[in-house]
């Protein structure tokens, strides 16, 4: 598959629960992010092509923020390794810029390695 991503991921150590805005629900766990793109694990599959209302909690010492709301669509989705679980990437749709920031300072924080 080619590569199409602008910004090189990282690997987040903050577990970070994603919820759909609408219901409510967690749909999965963040496992990766750049400021135009993520990869969520989820115990469910998430379907390619369709656009989620998400949230994810941030860190406290984020004061000025306790959670991300945004809109991202779903991209690609496939088993994971762990045949229990499914991996979706996701590309972000139309980040303020001051959510921007605080993705970057979670890169930057809570990083782990590239991806």
Not at 31 to 47: H, I, R
């Amino acid at each position: 598959m080619q590569e199409r991503r602008k910004f090189k991921r990282r690997f987040i150590m903050y577990y970070t629960r994603i919820f759909d805005r609408t219901t409510g629900a967690v749909i999965g766990y963040l496992v990766d992010l750049s400021t135009d793109g993520a990869m969520v694990v989820s115990e469910e599959p998430l379907f390619p092509g369709v656009l989620y209302r998400l949230r994810m909690d941030v860190p406290e010492e984020f004061a000025t923020k306790g959670c991300l709301d945004f809109e991202a669509k779903c991209v690609w989705s496939r088993v994971d390794s762990d045949p229990r679980f499914y991996d979706s990437g996701f590309h972000l749709v139309d980040v303020p810029e001051g959510d921007v920031v605080i993705i970057n300072r979670l890169i930057q924080e809570y990083g782990f390695r590239d991806s």
